[in-house]
């Protein structure tokens, strides 16, 4: 039997009829045809399905779509201000810290999260807090400098 | 083009022109698609890794309410075996047709038997179930020794191994055996004051990309079919599915996807052909994603293997002779990359007395496909542990004893041609100049080094140029972009041009649209497919000029073009691009350029990379501290993402030489199948990764481009290993260094 | 993924009567890390899902005079950010640290990691050394149990039919005392322990050990108690011989097996390489708390 979920996500209340066993990932990226979120892995191992919910970052693979219900989430969807992109995605193609880009919707979202929780990482701090988003393509070394940068640059503005 | 050419856009840092749509999460990958009326397909996978299918009966399925289709092998057309060229090997039909669905018997442990299409994602996984099968379970084959054992069991009862003197005689497990050799190494080691000889061992590691094989599929009879892949070559998915299937190429449309990573593993078919069957029974499209799990069990692996190095020099430091037997494990059907193992393995020295012998072995694990320079990080390793050796027991520098030695313009390959201009020795002065070679090694740490070679390929391009009245345009070409090159493409048409780049959008193109490209491999896009747009963007120069002089009513030669402007020689009337784009309708219609190519002359790339690395004596477990890594790249276009190339590679080879590996129970079932214990390197683990960008430009590109991609993966085995064996003063011969293996080399030997 | 049935009563009853009158065979939820996980692997019947994060208390922590009180579905993120906690238990906060990634610390909890039993459970080794004691609710009333009579087998727990974990409670460190939690594995981060130690030390003002309690993890069914280490430890001042000894005492307690992470005897020598070190850890913050 389905069951009605009503949400938030990105700012916007949203509803919709899922399986109760359908993840929160699929809930956004099948039924909400919100597909920034990408899958991985499916078993919390990879982060590129990153997404905020209630302020605290999660694998959204590793949430059933209901406990969504009464939440806040923010995806990848919501980080940029309709044709202005965050200083964390402006910094990331500056640094040209991707390259397949598939890793990039969570990298962005995890170092988001990371930068409002601890506005003035070391770089260390920044590798080990973003060790649960895998990238393949480029090492890592321009990411965490994308990273660096953006924390500079927000702090500033701050 | 030796000397140094000032450009105006190549080497900037420009920003991707398929940025926004990737950090915005825009951008659509191979699971991102949908169609309406779409249904999803699931694929029943062997429990056993060597096994006869005795029975398949998928009646209960089919008759199952949310079932819409099922595929087995016998609904492929009947295929022979017959090679044919897709992606970056060649393939055989018939091995081809069994791995994407098993015939009468199943090769490896997640080989595809049956797959079903479903009214849900759900729905197909749990109608799995119904099938039924029953196996004679045979015993698995899962290292070389095991397959060339006397009385091993066949994977392949009809298999010959090809490429004996004496042909042979009986069945075996080795598919294929090469030979190269240069000069008589005998007589070589004779002159040798030292030798060093041993056997080396990698394991079977996979590519790891992020994103697992997707695809949808819509089969159409009246029109051509459709094919969404996330795939590295379009182009060679439509040559596969056309060739199982049966269709003609024109009855098959493919459109690339964006694609989440492939590093080769995305240069064959595995989901396409099966949902174009599930396709055609049900009427509806189908969608397939591998799970990450699948990902690991049944896509292609790189091969392990075994190679065995000796190599001789006398006291001077002078190499007389190197010859090496190397062992590749190609998977369940032939096909290793033996062969380019065999051909860089020694390709960094200029020897006069070398033999290669190589073997292609199958084995019950899943069918190897291309990663990285394919076979060179294995072949590579092994030479450049022994070089290091044998630096050490001549007491030479290891970059001193590779100068000696070093492979440069004029230098005779093992495989047939002389080197051309290649940086070899540039990249080896470049890593002594460095910060990192001048630093001491730290406390408790070891460091190494290794040098690294890979030929890069050409081949097919095609490229159109479209022009618009406002004098923006459109790059269409036929390359999956993979790491950024439209940015790189984007950036070359700009500079023949001379407008800005942000003028000119890339797209990659469906098969459609386009004459034939070759895969995205071989590191060949930037060269190839940069010399097809340089083509076409000079195609449009010819025409602007001819334009232009038909306005001015003056031949073409009295017309100069330069920074976006026709000029006229013969007086002082200047239009830009844009002008003449907008009066396009008066001068004979809008313009378009074509760049058709069959490039030559792919520059090989040459690296050395630095590696220092802190090993806890009492755990066993290493920590690179600090890398470096340094190539050859000709002409970085677009800087920023060569060093990419660079860094990637390395890291990819540092989690080889680290900690990856495919672990396999007795019963040949991998039990590390997913991303919590086939450890890829996490940010956490690594140091900035310092990168030179040398220069020696490749003279058969217009603009002296080498492809960066895949050398980069070559050295790092070798120099993390060799780190690792300073670290704890005993050789390193098989990789992975993981914790246990490190342990027990500190603690077995004094 | 098997069908499920989801609930998510707002009562530690309410939570009770769902589990003791369920038809369907039924799970306990909090982060929902491992059961998910699980969930996808399984097959056949429904199962019933009664996510407990809702309930009062079950994601609250406080200390007070006398003890540390842990909301078990308290997400390991919010634990590891408090530094009342982190001062008083360092070595817990590390243990919860240590699981998963930043995203998975966003949803695991320490009465998750501890009602899951694995082997390698982070926690346990830590929750054990501080002598932590689990409060349950059931169909039968409530009752209370040691940590380490919690867990008893691999994925097994001492949980019957309706019962749920409702507190963890763990008593207030006395002066100069502190702990400390290493694990093994072979990255530096995500990956399952190889081998663990958790450790906690009470010294006196001489620096002689007054107390001492030293668990290892992955490296038998469940995580063990090295009655041994406390024994040598205890009326001592730590020394290098003595930290050797207890790494013997660990390694020699151990029992650990071969699987895809590690070899035995890869385990038997690293769990006593973090053992000393664990303790000297745990030492050195004793000789600093007050």
Redesign the interface.
């Known amino acids: 039997m389905k069951t009605h979920v009503q949400t938030e996500i990105n700012g916007e209340a949203v509803e919709c009829l899922i399986d109760p066993s359908t993840t929160l990932l699929n809930m956004l990226r099948n039924d909400l045809l919100l597909t920034g979120t990408k899958e991985g892995c499916g078993s919390g191992d990879c982060g590129a399905c990153s997404v905020v919910m209630d302020g605290e970052l999660v694998c959204a693979c590793l949430v059933l779509g209901v406990e969504a219900s009464g939440a806040k989430i923010e995806t990848i969807e919501g980080v940029a201000d309709k044709d202005q992109l965050h200083v964390i995605q402006e910094k990331f193609l500056e640094h040209a810290a991707l390259q397949c880009g598939i890793c990039t919707p969570g990298l962005i979202v995890s170092t988001k999260a990371l930068l409002a929780q601890n506005p003035n990482p070391t770089e260390e701090e920044a590798r080990y807090f973003l060790a649960g988003n895998l990238c393949r393509c480029t090492g890592y070394d321009k990411i965490i400098k994308a990273v660096m940068d953006a924390a500079s640059v927000l702090k500033e503005a701050s | 083009m030796s000397e140094a050419r000032q450009f105006q856009h190549i080497g900037q840092r420009t920003i991707r022109p398929d940025g926004f749509d990737k950090v915005t999460g825009r951008a659509n990958y191979g699971a991102d698609f949908r169609l309406p009326g779409m249904i999803w397909g699931k694929i029943l996978r062997s429990p056993h890794a060597h096994a006869k299918i005795k029975k398949l009966d998928v009646s209960k399925a089919e008759a199952h309410p949310d079932v819409l289709a099922v595929a087995t092998h016998q609904d492929f057309p009947s295929v022979n075996s017959e090679a044919f060229a897709a992606g970056e090997a060649m393939m055989d039909v018939l091995d081809l047709a069994r791995n994407v669905l098993a015939d009468k018997k199943v090769l490896y442990h997640g080989h595809a038997i049956a797959a079903i299409a479903a009214t849900s994602e759900a729905a197909a996984a749990m109608a799995l179930n119904l099938i039924e099968v029953e196996y004679e379970v045979l015993p698995p084959v899962m290292t070389i020794d095991a397959a060339l054992a006397e009385d091993a069991p066949l994977l392949h009862e009809d298999m010959m191994t090809q490429g004996l003197t004496e042909p042979a005689t009986t069945p075996s497990n080795v598919a294929s055996r090469m030979e190269l050799k240069k000069g008589d190494v005998a007589s070589g080691f004779a002159e040798a004051d030292v030798i060093v000889e041993r056997t080396y061992e990698t394991p079977t590691v996979h590519q790891g990309y992020i994103e697992p094989h997707a695809t949808v599929v819509r089969y159409d009879d009246k029109a051509p079919s459709l094919v969404w892949a996330s795939t590295q070559g379009h182009f060679d998915v439509r040559a596969s599915v056309s060739k199982l299937l049966k269709m003609k190429l024109g009855q098959v449309k493919v459109i690339a996807s964006e694609i989440g990573g492939g590093f080769g593993g995305k240069t064959t078919v595995y989901l396409e052909p099966v949902a174009m069957i599930l396709s055609k029974k049900s009427g509806r499209p189908v969608k397939m994603i591998m799970s990450r799990e699948e990902v690991f069990r049944a896509s292609g692996p790189a091969s392990a293997s075994r190679s065995h190095v000796k190599i001789g020099a006398k006291q001077s430091g002078e190499i007389v002779a190197m010859e090496a037997t190397l062992h590749f494990e190609a998977g369940a059907f032939k096909g290793s990359p033996m062969g380019p193992g065999c051909m860089t393995i020694f390709t960094p020295y200029d020897v006069p007395n070398l033999f290669v012998e190589g073997y292609d072995v199958v084995v019950n694990k899943a069918k190897v496909a291309a990663y990285r320079a394919p076979g060179a990080p294995q072949a590579e390793f092994a030479a450049e542990m022994a070089m290091n050796e044998l630096a050490a027991k001549l007491n030479i520098d290891p970059i001193d004893f590779r100068l000696l030695n070093a492979a440069k313009e004029g230098t005779q390959t093992i495989y047939g041609p002389k080197l051309k201009e290649v940086g070899l020795v540039e990249c080896l002065e470049a890593a002594r100049r460095s910060p990192h070679y001048q630093s001491p090694v730290g406390e408790g740490c070891g460091r190494g080094l290794a040098a690294g070679f890979w030929f890069n390929i050409g081949g097919q391009s095609s490229v159109t140029l479209n022009l618009n009245p406002d004098g923006t345009g459109t790059i269409i070409e036929g390359s999956p972009d993979i790491g950024g090159s439209r940015a790189s493409m984007q950036m070359m048409a700009a500079e023949v041009l001379g407008i800005e780049p942000n003028r000119l959008n890339p797209i990659v193109a469906d098969t459609e649209t386009l004459p034939y490209n070759q895969t995205t491999g071989g590191s060949r896009t930037t060269f190839a497919t940069g010399m097809a747009v340089i083509e076409a963007a000079e195609d449009v120069v010819e025409q602007l000029k001819q334009r232009a002089a038909s306005l001015w009513n003056v031949t073409a030669e009295q017309v100069d073009y330069k920074n976006g402007v026709v000029l006229n020689l013969a007086g002082d009337d200047q239009m830009t691009l844009a002008q003449i784009c907008a009066s396009a309708e008066k001068t004979g219609g809008q313009i378009s350029g074509r760049g058709n190519v069959n490039a030559r002359g792919a520059g090989p790339s040459f690296a050395v990379h630095l590696c220092d690395v802190k090993v806890d004596q009492e755990t066993g477990k290493t920590d690179v501290v600090r890398y470096t890594a340094i190539q050859d790249a000709g002409k970085a276009i677009h800087p920023s993402y060569v060093e990419g190339q660079f860094q990637g590679g390395a890291v990819q080879g540092i989690g080889w030489a680290l900690n990856e590996e495919y672990v396999y129970n007795s019963d040949g079932i991998m039990e590390n199948a997913g991303f919590l214990d086939y450890r890829i390197p996490l940010a956490s683990d690594l140091p900035e990764i310092e990168t030179i960008i040398v220069e020696v430009p490749n003279t058969f590109h217009p603009f002296g481009v080498r492809g960066v991609g895949e050398t980069g993966i070559v050295p790092p085995l070798g120099a993390v290993a060799s780190a690792v064996s300073d670290a704890i003063d005993r050789p390193v011969t098989k990789i992975p260094c993981s914790p246990p293996h490190v342990l027990s080399m500190i603690l077995n030997q004094g | 993924?098997?069908?499920?049935?989801?609930h998510?009563p707002t009562s530690v009853d309410e939570a009770v009567a769902l589990l003791a009158s369920s038809d369907l065979p039924s799970k306990v939820m909090a982060?929902?890390?491992d059961l998910?996980?699980q969930?996808?692997k399984l097959?056949g019947d429904a199962r019933l899902?009664v996510?407990l994060k809702k309930i009062e208390g079950m994601q609250t922590v406080s200390i007070d005079a006398e003890a540390l009180r842990l909301g078990p579905s308290l997400?390991c993120?919010?634990l590891t950010?408090r530094e009342d906690v982190k001062a008083l238990f360092p070595g817990l906060v590390e243990a919860a640290y240590l699981i998963?990634?930043?995203?998975?610390q966003?949803?695991a909890s320490v009465g998750g990691n501890l009602c899951n039993a694995s082997p390698a459970a982070d926690t346990i080794p830590a929750l054990i050394a501080n002598r932590a004691v689990c409060h349950i609710a059931g169909p039968e009333g409530e009752r209370s149990v040691p940590v380490e009579d919690f867990v008893t087998g691999v994925g097994r727990n001492c949980l019957t039919a309706g019962e749920i974990l409702t507190q963890i409670e763990l008593p207030r460190p006395s002066a100069r005392t502190s702990d400390a939690y290493l694990r093994?594995i072979?990255?530096?981060?995500?990956?399952?322990a190889?081998a663990s130690a958790g450790a906690s030390i009470t010294l006196d003002d001489d620096g002689i050990c007054r107390d001492a309690r030293l668990a290892i993890g992955a490296v038998a069914p469940t995580a063990i108690i090295v009655a041994a280490a406390s024994d040598l430890l205890i009326g001592n001042i730590i020394t290098p011989d003595i930290l050797a000894a207890v790494a013997d005492a660990a390694s020699s307690a151990s029992q650990p097996i071969s699987?895809?992470?590690?070899?035995a005897?890869?385990r038997r020598?690293?769990v006593g390489?973090l053992a000393k070190r664990a303790v000297s850890i745990a030492a050195e913050r004793a000789r600093e708390a007050v």
Do not use: L
């Open positions: 993924m098997v069908a499920v049935t989801y998510a982060g929902g890390t998910i996980i969930m996808q097959v899902i996510d997400c993120a919010k950010r998963g990634s930043s995203q998975v966003g949803r093994f072979p990255r530096t981060e995500m990956d399952i190889v699987d895809r992470r590690g070899t005897e890869f020598h690293v390489v």
